[in-house]
């Protein structure tokens, strides 16, 4: 008995594919008939060559189906030869194609972004992601296309703060690929994790599923041409931000503290991380968040509640300048939990200070543009 194509379908029947819960045949993934080439003289193979199609290079069955179908093809088709007085030998090979274009190689990604921004913050609880949210948004006001990445996978913020948790993105197909359509709010486009996973469940994932779905965030979006693309990064230095050093050439950074002495101490090891010597990330300069305490009924007053000028002082230690000092007023807090950014307000003190803020930004990154070298991805070890 001789192989023919049929049987190799057959084969090929048997396997299921897990991305479809369906043998590959049933899921469309086998590309025209199978090719079967008989020995031309003794000694030489079958050789057997298939073509199956994924959704994506990416596809995390794509290695376990590929093995089992030619594991199915080998028992059939030694079935088949049994016959045969000698045992020939078999060559079997699995071609991949894919639906969606493979995705771009490090050092190609976001082709039409001309700006990236790290907002970092050596602790938590400083208002990082309030300042991130809010410096997105003056941006946008200024005539900036703007886009923002909630980079913080256990604890994804962006969501609320923009009042959009209830969106969901979808997938748009750009020149072959299958991307994921940031959700656009206040003229800004964001994406965050917080979107794909339920708000009350915790995310119990390992370092390397976190980074994964960091990259697919940065790599598998449709971002599209953006003046500044602005990384809500998440507290202290991490699996994460390394990532993101290894994935995309940041132009600069920006560090956010309060004025107390134990979160200065902990944004010197943030500054500390982007001026390693294989990082060279550029500081930008420091933003002093809950700078002073002024209540409502009470505007000309100041009550320095976590110390005074701490940022403005660390600013000049490290020769980075101090972009701006933001008071603390119960308004931000209640502008953000209610998903009203104080940015979309520039006739308050608040708007007001993040609209210079964003000024401040832009100065200083077309400064860094026309003085320093573009900055380089850092090289994986």
């Known amino acids: 008995m001789a192989l023919y194509p049929q049987l190799i379908m057959d084969a090929l029947a048997t396997v299921t594919y897990a991305g479809t819960k369906k043998n590959l045949i049933d899921s469309g993934m086998v590309v025209d008939q199978p090719a079967v080439a008989a020995p031309q003289q003794d000694g030489e193979p079958w050789r057997v060559t298939v073509v199956l199609e994924f959704p994506r290079d990416t596809d995390p069955f794509l290695k376990s189906t590929v093995k089992a179908a030619e594991a199915a093809i080998r028992y059939h088709c030694k079935s088949a030869l049994d016959g045969f007085p000698v045992e020939p030998p078999l060559e079997v090979t ?35 992601s309030t300042v991130a949210a809010n410096l997105a948004i003056a941006l946008a006001r200024l005539g900036y296309k703007v886009g923002l990445l909630d980079c913080d996978i256990f604890g994804p913020s962006m969501p609320k703060m923009f009042h959009v948790e209830d969106e969901r993105p979808y997938a748009v197909n750009v020149e072959g690929r299958d991307l994921i359509c940031p959700i656009e709010a206040y003229g800004v486009k964001m994406l965050s994790i917080g979107f794909f996973v339920s708000p009350d469940t915790a995310t119990l994932w390992r370092g390397g599923m976190a980074t994964n779905a960091l990259k697919q965030l940065i790599a598998d979006a449709d971002w599209g041409e953006l003046d500044y693309f602005i990384l809500d990064t998440p507290p202290g230095t991490s699996d994460i931000h390394l990532t993101l050093l290894q994935t995309l050439a940041i132009t600069g950074a920006v560090i956010v503290s309060t004025p107390q002495q134990v979160a200065l101490a902990d944004a010197r090891k943030g500054i500390d991380m982007y001026r390693n010597e294989k990082v060279n990330v550029p500081i930008l300069g420091l933003i002093e ?19 005074r000028e701490g940022c403005k002082r660390l600013a000049e230690e490290m020769g980075v300048p101090l972009l701006a000092q933001i008071p603390l007023v119960q308004s931000i807090c209640e502008s953000g939990d209610a998903g009203e950014p ?27 543009n026309r003085d320093l070298p573009k900055t380089h991805i850092v090289g994986v070890k």
């Open 94 to 128: 699995i071609q991949t194609e894919y639906k969606s274009k493979p995705r771009p190689e490090v050092g190609k990604l976001l082709p039409q972004v001309k700006n990236i921004i790290a907002v970092s913050s050596g602790k938590g609880g400083v208002g990082k």
């Open 289 to 307: 968040n809950m700078a002073w305490f002024t209540p409502a009924e009470l505007p000309e007053n100041r009550y320095y509640i976590f110390g």
């Open 342 to 368: 104080a940015a979309m307000n520039s006739d308050t003190a608040t708007g007001l200070a993040f609209i210079n803020l964003a000024q401040a930004v832009v100065t200083v990154v077309n400064r860094r």
